[in-house]
């Protein structure tokens, strides 16, 4: 039986039963007060509607009172004080956006109760449905107010003004757009809204206003709008590990296939494969096994990125299960009485009661603030030089007395990550009485989809702060390649003039003082250039000292003028090469060839295409006026707004394409 003819058929049977029965909202009172009757059945929509169209909406900043005078009228001053200040006080939150939802919610809104209501169960006319319709193709949108859902007999208050927009009420306003050629979007009476349409606005029958108010349709749409992003948001969460995993030095062991084979969790195998295939084509991953024996470093990478496999699978296994509880939810009817045409009855019942919806939002924050936690550990250790594997502190490029760029973000990120495990909590445990006693349990479905919103604009942040600093670090690490490799050639060729008349085996001296070097070099990050290569060719003097006593040609008392000489040309060879290699880098810096394919699109995105550049020093300039020089917060801010719009989904989503489709 498809949903036309239900739609067409429905009233006429539902008309028959309203005669011969007493039906809840339809000819007695709601809720509570169902032990009412009347026989006027559309004043009682009406009422309806009128007693729901309670919630708080602010007006727009343009009808905000004036300044009054404390003046008198008997032209004498007020003597209880001047208390127009407080009229004329800026306000603590915006009006509009504390109060009314966004038009995004509403029109999803709008879509979703227009399918509902097509499913034919909830005897409408179909002139109802196409009037939702036509405020969705005309961008007309309801001003509903944010609060004041419980979401048990469904989404009461806000669908209310989406029955009053349709009624033509001059009590609620909407959103349309400008006829005056102006761009944006005017906010204006439903009654001047819908006086330019060529039909009247609609007269609700029986129960109409009830099946429109009646209904999850508020809760499933802003659910449905904060699963999409929170999909969105796992996936970037995935590509930043990736790109953690290379700017840590980390290794792709952590991600082999036979991890899931021997513990099969379907979402720890797929955060696995994605991750190992978004590294293909790094060269800054690391060999732990050859490290450890190199630099008798750690064996395995922290559990930041070790276990990101096993942290986000069970993540992402929540998200899938959210997400089939929305879909359902979006495909339903969900309002009260229902009409089951097959067996000709009507029925009362409560599928408007969204707890479906509350569950799936209380698992997606769960999820949200757990990608959090990672991202955030992630971000600490690479900012860290106790746990970065040989990155300066705060990812400075300048000199570490001077620099301290990346502190402010440090902290940053540690209030939005307290902030999302605040959010985290469910709603549940606040389900209060309502509605005289009738609604005594109830979803808080919507309470639960909103807070939601806000962790994800939280992760957001999070996540853009990340990403400014994982480009910093990529920047950083290649930096310190480019050196390591310009400086060996060098050194090696040092060690054979100073030493080849004094020792043997030159080949095993050279091995071991490299080695030797780069650990130095990568435990001294936090000394200025001047005297950090002073301390590191210090520090390999005993190293050939232990060489020598085996590999000497004359003993170890002749050593003593080349063992001067060696450090001193060591530290200086070394501060030179080291300067200009900061100098040249900094001067055109990019590290793309270095990286894996996801972590090159989300580097060349972040740096050529929203032009965040790689940070030399934390202020150019000896004074805050008159420079040109974004503020970390301005470029990270850059970031946050191409996360916000979309325009870096574009790149995620081809690191994701691209991992898939590798065999």
């Not at 550990?377 to 746990?387: H, K, S, Y």
């Not at 270095?594 to 790689?614: E, I």
Request: hydrophobic fraction near 40%; charge should be neutral.
């Amino acid at each position: 039986m498809d949903a036309q003819y239900m739609v067409r058929t429905a009233l006429p049977s539902y008309l028959i039963h309203l005669v011969l029965q007493v039906l809840s909202g339809v000819n007695t009172g709601f809720g509570g007060s169902a032990n009412t009757g009347t026989s006027d059945v559309k004043k009682l929509q009406l009422d309806l509607i009128h007693f729901l169209n309670c919630g708080v909406v602010s007006p727009p900043p343009a009808h905000r009172p004036e300044r009054k005078s404390s003046q008198l009228s008997n032209g004498t001053q007020d003597t209880h004080g001047d208390l127009s200040g407080f009229v004329q006080a800026l306000p603590n939150e915006d009006p509009i956006v504390s109060s009314t939802m966004p038009e995004s919610w509403v029109r999803a809104t709008l879509l979703i109760r227009s399918n509902a209501l097509a499913g034919g169960h909830s005897g409408v006319r179909s002139r109802v449905i196409s009037s939702l319709v036509d405020l969705l193709n005309k961008n007309i949108t309801p001003v509903i107010p944010l609060r004041g859902s419980i979401s048990a007999s469904g989404d009461l208050i806000p669908l209310s003004y989406i029955a009053a927009t349709l009624q033509g009420s001059s009590q609620v306003e909407v959103w349309a757009d400008n006829t005056s050629g102006d761009p944006g979007r005017k906010r204006i009476t439903a009654e001047l809204a819908l006086s330019k349409w060529p039909s009247a606005p609609l007269t609700l029958g029986p129960k109409e206003g009830l099946a429109i108010v009646n209904g999850t349709a508020v809760s499933a749409a802003v659910g449905s709008l904060a699963l999409h992003d929170a999909h969105a948001m796992f996936i970037l969460s995935q590509v930043l590990t990736a790109m953690g995993v290379e700017a840590l030095c980390g290794s792709a062991e952590s991600f082999d296939p036979f991890f899931s084979q021997i513990r099969p969790h379907g979402g720890q195998d797929e955060v696995a494969r994605n991750i190992r295939n978004l590294l293909r084509g790094s060269t800054l991953l690391a060999d732990k096994a050859k490290d450890y024996a190199d630099f008798d470093c750690l064996r395995q990478d922290r559990y930041s990125i070790r276990t990101a496999p096993q942290w986000l699978g069970p993540q992402l296994e929540d998200l899938l299960l959210a997400d089939k509880q929305i879909s359902v939810e979006l495909n339903s009817t969900t309002d009260n009485p229902v009409i089951d045409l097959q067996n000709d009855e009507i029925l009362h019942g409560g599928n408007f009661q969204a707890v479906a919806v509350t569950s799936a939002m209380e698992k997606t924050r769960s999820v949200i603030q757990s990608v959090g936690r990672l991202l955030f550990c992630q971000c600490t250790e690479l900012i860290n030089p106790a746990f970065n594997n040989g990155l300066p502190p705060n990812l400075t490029a300048d000199e570490p007395s001077r620099s301290y760029l990346l502190k402010g973000i440090d902290i940053s990120i540690a209030s939005l990550q307290a902030e999302l495990g605040f959010l985290s909590m469910p709603v549940t445990p606040h389900v209060q009485n309502a509605e005289m006693g009738n609604q005594s349990v109830n979803s808080l479905a919507l309470l639960s989809a909103r807070y939601t919103h806000t962790a994800l604009n939280i992760l957001s942040q999070m996540s853009a702060a990340y990403l400014f600093t994982l480009c910093q670090a990529l920047d950083l690490r290649v930096l310190n390649n480019q050196f390591l490799s310009t400086l060996e050639p060098g050194l090696k060729q040092l060690t054979v003039r100073l030493f080849q008349p004094l020792l043997t085996d030159l080949d095993l001296l050279q091995r071991t003082l490299w080695l030797h070097f780069k650990k130095a070099y990568f435990n001294t990050t936090a000394v200025d250039s001047s005297q950090r290569f002073v301390q590191v060719g210090q520090t390999l003097q005993p190293v050939i000292l232990a060489h020598a006593i085996s590999n000497s040609k004359d003993g170890v008392a002749t050593l003593s003028t080349a063992l001067t000489d060696w450090a001193e040309h060591c530290s200086r060879l070394s501060l030179k090469v080291f300067q200009s290699t900061r100098s040249s880098y900094s001067a055109k810096p990019d590290a793309s060839e270095y990286l894996g394919s996801a972590s090159k699109k989300l580097y060349r995105f972040v740096r050529f295409r929203l032009g965040v550049p790689f940070q030399i020093s934390s202020s150019k300039s000896e004074s805050m006026q008159g420079t040109n020089d974004a503020s970390l917060g301005v470029l990270v801010s850059r970031i946050h707004g191409a996360i916000q719009d979309g325009r870096l989904y574009t790149s995620v989503m081809e690191c994701l394409q691209e991992a898939e489709n590798i065999a």
